[in-house]
T-cell receptor
């Protein structure tokens, strides 16, 4: 069965800190891994990583994919209170259209 | 607003009643997905449409659940004889159909269902 595990489940840091969120997966015929940010409403897309794109960066956020060890990390540098959210990791199994999500990491940034 | 929209945003019902939710995807998106999210968990896949054809269904989708996308545009999700365990956020997502590995799905705000 396809499985995505995120850690930690919850993280509290101070504004300005750097955080690393982890995502490990077991999936049949991996196609892509996606990161989403969820505040009080819909998940919003951050990054997609595939075999042809294993590192992505956007401003203070960056992500890498290790296909050999079956994990990804999401880094956020110089955190701000607006980064407080649940961060979701999802994978696309081969032959399917669905996303398989992990439980999410709840990140809280204190001023 | 040209994003995915869902209606209603909140629904409270009594156990045993039927409920129906609507999703309007981004206009040029031919692929549409339904997910269910409970507190403290990530979204779980329910079903997928490509245009009007329902091509994937999760084992989570019991015979009390039915989804349609009659004209390949908006979609409805109906739950019959609701149970308290159906209480969750129901999320709709859409994306444009392309070849390759791209599976970036855009999510709507969700419908929060509470079954009393």
């Amino acid at each position: 069965e396809d499985k995505v595990v995120q850690s930690p489940l919850s993280l509290v840091v101070h504004e300005g800190d750097t955080v690393t969120l982890n995502c490990s997966y077991e999936v049949t015929n991996f196609r892509s891994l996606l990161w989403y940010k969820q505040e009080k409403k819909a998940p919003t897309f951050l990054f997609m990583l595939t075999s042809s794109g294993i590192e992505k960066k956007s401003g203070r956020l960056s992500s890498i994919l290790d296909k050999k060890e079956l994990f990804s990390i999401l880094n956020i540098t110089a955190t701000q209170t607006g980064d407080s959210a649940i961060y979701l990791c999802a994978v696309t199994p081969g032959g399917a259209q669905k996303l398989v999500f992990g439980q999410g990491t709840r990140l809280t940034i204190n001023p | 607003d040209t994003g995915v929209s869902q209606d209603p945003r909140h629904k409270i019902t009594k156990r045993g009643q039927n409920v129906t939710f609507r999703c309007d995807p981004i206009s040029e998106h031919n692929r549409l997905y339904w997910y269910r999210q409970t507190l403290g968990q990530g979204p779980e896949f329910l079903t997928y449409f490509q245009n009007e054809a329902q091509l994937e269904k999760s084992r989570l989708l019991s015979d009390r659940f039915s989804a349609e996308r009659p004209k390949g545009s908006f979609s409805t999700l109906e739950i019959q004889r609701t149970e308290q365990g159906d209480s969750a956020m129901y999320l709709c997502a859409s994306r444009i159909g392309t070849s390759g590995w791209d599976n970036e799905q855009f999510f709507g705000p969700g419908t929060r269902l509470t079954v009393l």
